[in-house]
C-alpha cells in the first residue's frame, strides 16, 4: 500500500511530482560465525574468514565490517566470479558497512588457483577501495587475498599504506 514505511508509490503517483519514501534495514541471517573476535593482525583476519571460503570452487569478495574496537560487526559476499575473475562493483562494498555504523571494512578474496598472488586488478580494486572508503569515512583495513593454505595481505606487503588512522591500533 502506498505511504507505508518501506514501499513504493506507484508510478502513476511519481508522474504526478510525487517521490517515493523508502526505509532500509539490514536483516541479519540467522547463521553466525563463532569466535570472532577483536582482530589485531591480518593472519588473525584471514583464519577468521577462511571458513567462509570453505569448498568455494569460484572467486568469491567478502567484506568483513568492523567496529571502533576491531570487532567484526557483519560479513557479506558480495561478489562470486568465475574460476580466475570477478567483477566488483565499489558501491556494493560499502552498503552493509554504512548500515552497520562500521568504522572500517577488510576485503577478502579468494585465488580458486590456491596462488595468493595479487593481480593488476586486484591492486586497482585495492585503490578504489580505500579512495571510496576515505570519502565514507570508512577506511579499507586492508585487501587479504586467500589461497591454498596461505594468504596475502597488501597492508603487511606494504603494497597499500592503509588508514592513517582508526581501526587496528593505526592511530
Not at 17 to 44: C, D, F, N, T, W
Not at 67 to 85: F, I, S, T, Y
Not at 95 to 114: D, Q, V
Not at 144 to 149: E, N, R, S, T
Amino acid at each position: 500500500m502506498p505511504g507505508q514505511p518501506g514501499t513504493f508509490m506507484p508510478l502513476s503517483l511519481l508522474e504526478h511530482g510525487q517521490v517515493s519514501i523508502v526505509r532500509l534495514q539490514m536483516v541479519k541471517e540467522s547463521r553466525h560465525l563463532y569466535g570472532m573476535g577483536a582482530v589485531s593482525e591480518p593472519g588473525e583476519a584471514a583464519r577468521m574468514v577462511r571458513p567462509l571460503f570453505k569448498g568455494a570452487d569460484r572467486e568469491l569478495l567478502v567484506v568483513l565490517s568492523m567496529d571502533q574496537r576491531n570487532k567484526p560487526v557483519a560479513a557479506e559476499v558480495v561478489a562470486v566470479g568465475g574460476l580466475n575473475q570477478c567483477v566488483v562493483d565499489i558501491r556494493n562494498l560499502f552498503k552493509h558497512a554504512i548500515l552497520a555504523n562500521a568504522a572500517g571494512i577488510f576485503l577478502f578474496h579468494s585465488h580458486p588457483s590456491g596462488e595468493a598472488v595479487p593481480s593488476r586488478e586486484d591492486r586497482a580494486v585495492t585503490e578504489r577501495a580505500s579512495q571510496a572508503g576515505e570519502i565514507l569515512g570508512i577506511p579499507l583495513v586492508d585487501h587479504i587475498i586467500l589461497g591454498d593454505g596461505q594468504y596475502f595481505s597488501f597492508r603487511e606487503e606494504k603494497m597499500w599504506a592503509g588508514p592513517g588512522k582508526g581501526v587496528m591500533g593505526c592511530r
